[in-house]
């Protein structure tokens, strides 16, 4: 079994929020913003198979992921910023579709990536908003990481 490194998923993350964002605007294909990606960023130290998953999955399930979104937002999807959309649209995803990964770390680092690419205090928009998400989309996993008891 392969040992999952944090850091290299964290650029994961990282990379796929730009291949995103850059998608939004351009409507590129996977393998062109992959390719320009590459051709711009040493991405040595980047978990390529999970960059490779969070993109695709995203750009595959993102009617799924912003009808499981949608709810938990106070404005609609469409009035975000690409970048926060974006956030969390790859935050969703992994929630709904990568359960081998925690909770507790995909809102960290949603948080994290809103802290350094997102608009001044747009993080704590994104926390709120995935907070809400995490707790209907992996309620036992979130209760018991938040000491709640069921049906708080």
Known sequence: MTMIKPQARHKARRFALQALYQQH??????????RDLLSENNMAKVDMDYFDALV??????VNSLDEALSPYL???LTELD???RS?????T??????LDVPCRVVLDEAVQLAKIFGA???YTFVNAALDK???QLRKTEYQNHNGNSAGE
């Open 25 to 34: 605007f351009t409507q590129a294909s996977f393998n062109e913003i992959k």
């Open 74 to 76: 106070a404005r609609p």
């Open 120 to 122: 001044e205090e747009s």
């Open 93 to 98: 995803f992994e929630l709904t579709l990568r």
């Open 56 to 61: 695709q999955g995203v750009i595959s399930h």
């Open 87 to 91: 956030i969390l649209r790859l935050s």
């Open 82 to 84: 690409p970048i926060t």
């Open 133 to 135: 998400v995490a707790a």
